[in-house]
């Protein structure tokens, strides 16, 4: 792993609100930052071992639904395997991580694929037949290097992404 992949990885962790704010907007959503999980899955003999970079737990406002982990991957630069990488990381979440009291709950899954330099030049991945049924896979993107640092830092605190225009009161 890179410095830039390691230096992302502390930032995420030291402000773990404002990365996940910006990775949420415009999804239009009101989920709040939990904690990061360890999501480290012990693989069968003769299986990769995969771990994703940073994990967040993220909850509804209203705690109407389960909560979500959203999986990040920092990139340096494009990986042509990354969007199967993380649909492989997002089933196995999906499949194997629980919550509650009984640990019986299914999370639901968000991948972000953060990119530190350039820009993600494939968003989804996209096995689904004409009339829509199949798999399809669309994490959250963010190209670092196309926001600019004055709307970033004139940005208003806001809670993790609440949209445009609502109050944190």
Same mark, same amino acid.
């Given at each position: 792993?890179?410095?830039?992949?390691?230096?992302?990885?502390?930032?995420?962790?030291?402000?773990?609100?404002?990365?996940?704010? $910006?990775?949420?907007?415009?999804?239009?959503?009101?989920?709040?930052? $939990?904690?990061?999980?360890?999501?480290?899955?012990?693989?069968?003999?003769?299986? $990769?071992?995969?771990?994703?970079? $940073?994990?967040?737990?993220?909850?509804?406002?209203?705690?109407? =639904?389960?909560?979500?982990?959203?999986?990040?991957?920092?990139?340096?630069?494009?990986?042509?395997?990354?969007?199967?990488?993380?649909?492989?990381?997002?089933?196995?979440?999906?499949?194997?991580?629980?919550?509650?009291?009984?640990?019986?709950?299914?999370?639901?899954?968000?991948?972000?694929?953060?990119?530190?330099?350039?820009?993600?030049?494939?968003?989804?991945?996209?096995?689904?037949?004409?009339?829509?049924?199949?798999?399809?896979?669309?994490?959250?993107?963010?190209?670092?290097?196309?926001?600019?640092?004055?709307?970033?830092?004139?940005?208003?605190?806001?809670?993790?992404?609440?949209?445009? =225009?609502?109050?944190?009161?």
């Amino acid at each position: 792993m890179g410095v830039l992949d390691q230096a992302a990885r502390y930032a995420a962790q030291a402000d773990a609100e404002a990365v996940i704010r $910006r990775v949420l907007r415009g999804a239009n959503v009101a989920l709040r930052f $939990r904690g990061w999980v360890d999501t480290r899955l012990t693989p069968r003999p003769g299986q $990769r071992d995969r771990t994703a970079d $940073r994990v967040a737990e993220l909850v509804e406002e209203n705690a109407a =639904g389960p909560p979500w982990l959203l999986v990040f991957e920092f990139q340096a630069r494009h990986d042509p395997e990354k969007l199967d990488v993380t649909l492989a990381e997002a089933g196995q979440l999906r499949l194997e991580a629980r919550h509650g009291d009984d640990r019986r709950g299914k999370y639901n899954i968000l991948v972000a694929l953060v990119y530190l330099r350039g820009e993600c030049p494939e968003s989804v991945l996209d096995m689904t037949l004409p009339d829509g049924r199949g798999t399809r896979h669309a994490p959250l993107i963010w190209n670092v290097g196309a926001d600019t640092a004055g709307e970033t830092l004139d940005a208003p605190h806001r809670l993790v992404g609440r949209h445009e =225009g609502v109050d944190d009161d």
